[in-house]
């Protein structure tokens, strides 16, 4: 890349913010650091690139606001890891993208910045998806070459479908999770959204280390240990999970969808992959699991938003009602109010061994199922593989077309739980850790599809998404 | 006045006068919380040093003890290294997978808004702790008090209320400190069985090097639970000292004794309360209806701690033997020692200006006295053995070391125990009197205190004692000695004193004239030989 392509698109910035409302905070002076092309330091392996960070991921020299009111004027005095090796590798970081509050919701309705409007329908108000919506629509309308999102559920894959651009959620813990402020830490992965996919790999070539801050990073040990058991394929064992298509497509997608995706299947075959139908059936499960794991998590991870250092907090009294700082956690957005009422209900004593731990048991079934169909060993649990198994599964990644704003605006009152059913494909692959990656299964058209490898095998899902990708497009 | 002080005489026996009553049962169980002397916190690299950093608030907090979003726990070793071998040392099934686990509720000094401690499935459990009457001075024989289980916690921060302004300041410092919670099982049946216990504990933590073992820091922390007759359980909190802790008890068994006697015990005594001490009476901060849920989830990032199944048998090899089994071999063969003064060998004190600690003491004592016997030899019966070194390093030596405010781990340095032996061979061999060795000794350390305990100097004791020319007489002629008795008699002009002690009347005013005698030759002349030599010269027939 170029000096000039990076000054191109940083001046476009101002224009696309007022149209589609992707940044919660712009770094106005980020066109003085854009190097000139022959100096020296514009060999490190991201110079030139333009990027955004979602704003759940902390930066020393930007506010970090993740969507929230609460959060408004905080200033981390540290950058994630993610961001310094960015950073060190000479990533220009343009601003922090908008989000749903905290990361939960699943169409970018959810920010007290307001909602991200979606590129792909400029004189429209759709939305770009979440809860990674503003980096998908930066990447979506040019504003920067690659984002950073994070994915707990979805959140980077899902608005990568509806913005018609590639979605890699890695395996959990390839990513350093430090700096990331927690939604549901036993989910949350960082992800990257881009058009383009050598430039999405050079990316997670940077990012894709052991960080020994983070407790939840995958040692090197393992790291080595799954590449020496990868294999690379010119043809693969593809399954499709019956549950990730049946049902509750609405009517009008399958009719769009069902030419473009026989389509595509039939390419595949005639590469030379061997496609099988598969059923995982604890997967029918995942949205209830998530619903019940991610909710609890976000309770626990909020309970430090307590008016003391955050937030606003009432003259009168810190406690009101019986419940302590209720005028400064007012601050949440109603969703996150949703969620984290859910989330404390299912860690109540009485309800906890009932949600909390069934949901725990559940998970750990779907991980199961998901280690029988596969050919690659699950070096985290010990599954040896199925020597007969599947190297990837693919399915749709969205089971409906993004809708208007106004749609989420009126639906939103009926029932929160419209809302979460967007999640109903993406959220299997999150609980179980799983390496996965959404392309537009047609250019320029609001239909992801996802291939998805066993935990860690990360470079399998990435090469095989080049084979499906290139020779499509 | 009048009315508190009849309010007090008629409705509550005074703690003084406390006795337990046989027809109201006692049962208590302990939860003590310990905070662990690691370098660096539980979950982060700060400074683990919240006592002496009190001048410096939220000096030793880093990134994750202030619970700055995007940050995450990193577990100290040190501390499940600490845990173990308090797991060991109270008799504990050390669990090899255990976990950390989140208990949710709100407070100004907990900034995560949860505490990470151990719930679903502690560090250790079914252990127990044996007292002894001997040893430890309870009622009984023995008594077993059981363990129920050890949980690895982090500590909160402080509070400091300042009502005037009516504002609290936070300091978090202590945010994050390790702390092991102890919970036994209600075992305890009388104080002075909670009280052997508490000290026993505050020994063992010190001894094992893993917390300073102090009340009034803070660094351990005692709650009572408190039953009487198998009515509902109180807990007692707020105690920061022995004395607070079994008032507390005191009091809270006489208010229960009244309820139970006034017939109110269904009513006031079923439910399980939770109650403060406020330094003269129990008050109530909240009962069940008040309960708060603490929401227990497993932590999501850290990791299960997992041992190896070797690792404790590993530990157990490189701890100390357990305090009671060094005691019980001080009091028995060679050594002998009365329980008090093997106490002193053994016993922590709380390391605040001391000269000493017990370990440095109980080497050095057992250094000199093994070289001591070993000079000895046959010349001395063995129940003598420990005299010397007895009296001369844990009275003698200790009282100077005080009384110069000079560490013994200096001193140690020049005055080695093979040295010390030295010294003790002159007393024993009678080259100079146990009066002569008091001011040599204390010469001796004086010097050493003024040249720094300068590690190339050397003690010769011979030259010194002809220096001072304090060495015995042990062959004095019969006639000069007589001499001197004489003088003696003469100059104390007591007529009547020297006729009652030559008639027998006063038998015991001889060792005056003794004392006289050992004045004069500044001890060089032994007190038997002027005893004769007076009663000869009195003529005693008695």
Same mark, same amino acid.
């Given at each position: 890349m170029s000096s000039k392509a990076a000054l191109k698109r940083i001046q476009l910035i101002p224009e696309l913010q007022k149209k589609y409302n992707i940044f919660t905070h712009i770094e106005n002076s980020v066109a003085e650091k854009v190097l000139p092309d022959d100096s020296n330091d514009s060999n490190a392996p991201l110079s030139h690139l333009v990027t955004g960070i979602k704003d759940n991921i902390v930066t020393y020299d930007m506010p970090t606001t993740c969507g929230s009111k609460i959060l408004l004027d905080y200033i981390s005095p540290f950058d994630a890891t993610c961001v310094k090796l960015l950073r060190d590798a000479g990533a220009l970081l343009v601003g922090k993208t908008n989000l749903d509050e905290f990361g939960m919701g699943s169409a970018g309705t959810h920010s007290h910045f307001g909602p991200v409007r979606n590129p792909l329908f400029p004189n429209e108000n759709v939305v770009a998806g979440g809860s990674s919506s503003g980096s998908a629509a930066a990447v979506a309308a040019g504003a920067v070459d690659f984002a950073l999102g994070t994915d707990t559920g979805g959140s980077v894959r899902l608005p990568a479908a509806y913005t018609s651009i590639l979605g890699f959620k890695p395996s959990y813990g390839r990513i350093s999770r430090y700096g990331v402020i927690a939604y549901a830490q036993s989910l949350d992965t960082v992800g990257i959204l881009a058009k383009d996919l050598s430039l999405l790999r050079k990316v997670f070539r940077v990012l894709d280390k052991y960080d020994e801050k983070d407790p939840t990073s995958l040692d090197n040990e393992l790291r080595a240990a799954i590449s020496n058991r990868c294999i690379k394929r010119n043809t693969y064992k593809i399954g499709i999970p019956r549950e990730f298509i049946q049902g509750s497509l609405t009517k009008e997608?399958?009719?769009?969808?069902?030419?473009?995706?026989?389509?595509f299947l039939k390419k595949l075959l005639q590469q030379g992959h061997e496609l099988y139908p598969v059923s995982i059936p604890s997967t029918k499960f995942a949205l209830p699991i998530y619903f019940t794991i991610s909710p609890a998590e976000a309770a626990s991870n909020l309970a430090r938003y307590d008016g003391i250092r955050y937030g606003t907090r009432s003259e009168k009294n810190d406690l009101e009602d019986g419940t302590f700082f209720s005028s400064t956690r007012d601050a949440f957005g109603q969703v996150v109010k949703d969620r984290l009422v859910l989330g404390n209900y299912s860690l109540c004593s009485e309800t906890f061994k009932d949600s909390y731990i069934r949901a725990q048991k559940l998970r750990v079934k779907i991980i199961d199922e998901f280690d029988s169909i596969f050919r690659f060993p699950n070096l985290l649990t010990g599954s040896e593989g199925n020597a007969y198994g599947l190297d990837l599964i693919l399915g749709l990644t969205n089971?409906?077309?993004?809708?208007?704003?106004d749609y989420y605006n009126e639906k939103k009152i009926s029932s929160p739980t419209n809302e979460y059913k967007n999640d109903i494909f993406v959220t299997p692959m999150s609980l179980a850790g799983l390496p996965v990656i959404s392309f537009p299964l047609l250019k320029g058209k609001p239909l992801g599809i996802q291939i998805a490898g066993q935990y860690g095998d990360d470079s399998t899902v990435l090469d095989a998404c080049s084979l499906l990708v290139d020779r499509d497009n | 006045m009048w009315v508190f002080r009849r309010f007090n005489h008629t409705h509550f026996p005074q703690i003084s006068e406390f006795r337990l009553l046989p027809q109201y049962k006692l049962k208590c169980g302990l939860e003590i919380h310990t905070q662990l002397d690691t370098r660096n916190k539980l979950f982060s690299m700060s400074t683990n040093d919240p006592f002496h950093s009190a001048n410096n608030p939220n000096l030793h907090t880093s990134f994750f003890d @202030?619970? $700055?979003?995007? %940050?995450?726990? !990193? $577990?100290?070793?040190?501390?499940v290294l600490f845990a173990t071998k308090l797991a060991i040392a109270l008799n504990c099934r050390v669990n090899l997978d255990s976990q950390f686990d989140r208990k949710h509720y709100f407070y100004g000094d907990q900034p995560l808004g949860y505490q990470i401690t151990q719930h679903f499935s502690?560090?250790?459990?079914?252990?127990?702790?044996?007292?002894?009457?001997?040893?430890?001075?309870i009622a009984e024989i023995n008594k077993n008090i059981h363990v129920a289980q050890l949980q690895i916690e982090q500590d909160t921060g402080k509070?400091?209320?300042k009502k005037s302004e009516q504002i609290t300041l936070i300091d978090l410092n202590r945010s994050g400190v390790p702390l092991i919670e102890m919970v036994t099982e209600p075992d305890f049946q009388d104080l002075g069985q909670i009280r052997a216990f508490i000290k026993k504990y505050q020994n063992l933590v010190r001894h094992l090097k893993i917390s300073t073992g102090?009340? +009034? %820091? #803070?660094?351990?922390?005692?709650d009572v639970n408190l039953s009487i007759n198998d009515h509902a359980r109180v807990e007692l909190? =707020? !105690?920061? =000292?022995?004395?607070?802790? !079994?008032?507390a008890i005191k009091y809270e068994y006489l208010r229960q004794v009244r309820i139970i006697e006034d017939g109110m015990a269904n009513k006031l005594l079923s439910?399980?309360? %939770?109650? #403060?001490?406020? #330094?003269?009476?129990?008050? &109530? !901060?909240?009962? &069940?209806?008040?309960? @708060?849920? /603490?929401? /227990?989830?497993?932590?999501? +990032?850290?990791?299960?701690?997992?041992?190896?199944?070797?690792?404790? +048998? %590993?530990?157990?090899?490189?701890?100390p033997p357990s305090p009671d089994k060094v005691l019980n071999t001080l009091i028995s063969e060679p050594y002998r020692l009365s329980l008090k003064d093997a106490k002193i060998l053994c016993l922590n004190s709380n390391g605040q200006g001391e000269m000493y600690n017990h370990e440095e003491l109980q080497q050095f004592y057992l250094d000199t006295f093994h070289s001591y016997a070993y000079r000895v030899k046959e010349g001395i019966r063995a129940n003598n053995l420990s005299k010397l070194p007895t009296n001369w390093i844990i009275h003698e030596l200790l009282g100077d070391l005080n009384k110069l405010e000079l560490p013994l781990s200096k001193i140690t340095k020049v005055l080695k125990p093979k040295i010390f032996a030295d010294f003790l061979m002159l007393i024993h061999n009678n080259e100079i009197s146990g009066a002569s060795g008091k001011l040599l000794l204390f010469h001796v350390l004086k010097t050493l205190k003024e040249t720094n305990c300068d590690a190339c100097a050397s003690i010769d004791f011979d030259s010194l004692i002809d220096e001072f020319d304090i060495r015995t007489i042990n062959q004095i002629d019969d006639g000069e000695l007589e001499e001197i008795c004489q003088g003696i008699i003469e100059s104390i002009k007591n007529e009547k004193l020297i006729n009652d002690i030559a008639s027998g009347k006063k038998k015991n005013s001889i060792k005056f004239l003794v004392g006289q005698g050992m004045k004069l030759s500044q001890g060089r002349i032994k007190a038997q030989d002027f005893e004769k030599s007076f009663k000869k010269v009195l003529d005693v027939k008695w």
């Open positions: 997608l399958a009719k769009e969808l069902t030419e473009p995706l026989s389509n089971d409906g077309l993004p809708q208007s704003i | @202030i619970a $700055l979003p995007g %940050t995450q726990p !990193l $577990l100290n070793y040190e501390a502690p560090f250790a459990s079914q252990g127990h702790l044996p007292l002894y009457r001997d040893i430890d001075g509070s400091l209320y102090d009340l +009034e %820091t #803070g660094a351990i922390r005692v909190k =707020n !105690l920061p =000292n022995t004395s607070s802790i !079994l008032n439910q399980p309360e %939770t109650r #403060g001490w406020t #330094g003269s009476s129990t008050v &109530k !901060l909240r009962g &069940k209806e008040t309960t @708060i849920d /603490y929401r /227990y989830m497993p932590d999501m +990032e850290l990791p299960r701690i997992k041992l190896a199944s070797d690792v404790v +048998e %590993t530990v157990r090899k490189t701890m």
